[in-house]
């Protein structure tokens, strides 16, 4: 008996050592980024910043507001964020609820042509063409639109469906309840952790997503948030090489020299303004994501 509970001690020391390390592989990073961004960026490009700043500085956040479209970017990011988020999810369960609905004709099919769009993609010009045949570049809707379904989604939801008990879909049936209203009533309610993670990923896609702004959308006042950023991040990062290209000058050294915020703690302080509201709604649904995303692993 002591021999097993020994044992277990020294299995719970090392089950503790793992998750430390493992805090300490996810934490140590971020405070890195936190002390670049809160460090003058002049004393961060001499190197040896690690998990404290050396010189306090808040000119890297203060050269991010000052954009001055921010705010206009920021409406976008949150009105892609929220509707794109509201409609492709309800869309996603809509698609992952008729897939398991007994009796469906091609389910199998339709499945695997789903799964198709995977594994093979047009490529970025045709991908374009289509779109602006649509009408949807330099449109808000761009943002939307093309990304109202995700397969991963789609199959995580439908995976999360087929674990529910179709009895009860059953005898709502028999009562005389219509496959929509079922769907509202009682699937969705039931698959709430699924349905905040997937929820949750859509949003982070959504949020984060600069690509669309800087490639299909060439009106400023269009432009979401991290966009707004990444451009700033790359007119910072052309400066300095063109400074560094410009020769031996004492102007270009002068300029150089007048320089307080470098391009790395520029980045890291574009990074926290970035992920702040995403650590800010995280919490509330962690419940939801630690249940959503483990869905399906167990068979019984």
């Not at 307080?260 to 926290?272: C, D, Y």
Request: proline residues 4%; glycine residues 6%; positive net charge.
């Amino acid at each position: 008996m002591s021999e097993t509970m020994k044992t277990s001690k020294w299995t719970r020391f090392l089950f503790h050592l793992i998750l430390l390390v493992l805090c300490l592989l996810i934490i140590l990073p971020f405070l890195h980024i936190l002390a670049l961004a809160f460090n003058s960026g002049k004393d961060a490009a001499v190197g040896g910043i690690w998990f404290w700043p050396r010189a306090w500085s808040f000119e890297n956040f203060a050269e991010v507001f000052k954009q001055d479209n921010l705010l206009t970017g920021l409406g976008i990011s949150i009105f892609r964020t929220v509707v794109g988020t509201v409609i492709g999810v309800f869309l996603m369960a809509m698609c992952a609820w008729a897939l398991t609905i007994p009796g469906l004709p091609f389910s199998s099919q339709i499945t695997f042509f789903i799964f198709f769009t995977m594994l093979f993609s047009g490529g970025t010009v045709p991908y374009y063409l289509v779109l602006s045949e649509l009408g949807l570049t330099n449109s808000i809707w761009v943002y939307i639109l093309p990304s109202l379904y995700s397969v991963t989604n789609i199959l995580l939801l439908r995976s999360s469906f087929k674990q529910l008990p179709m009895s009860i879909m059953e005898a709502a049936r028999i009562d005389g309840m219509g496959e929509f209203k079922i769907f509202t009533n009682i699937v969705l309610p039931m698959s709430k952790p699924t349905v905040a993670t997937v929820a949750l990923f859509t949003a982070v896609g959504h949020w984060n997503d600069w690509f669309s702004g800087s490639f299909y959308v060439r009106k400023a006042e269009l432009k979401p948030l991290a966009t707004i950023l990444q451009e700033m991040l790359t007119r910072q990062a052309s400066l300095a090489d063109v400074l560094l290209k410009a020769g031996s000058s004492s102007a270009a050294y002068q300029q150089l020299d007048a320089i307080e915020i470098t391009g790395q703690s520029l980045q890291m302080a574009t990074i926290i303004v970035v992920i702040l509201p995403i650590i800010v709604m995280y919490p509330f649904i962690q419940k939801y994501f630690v249940q959503g995303i483990t869905i399906g692993s167990v068979k019984e």
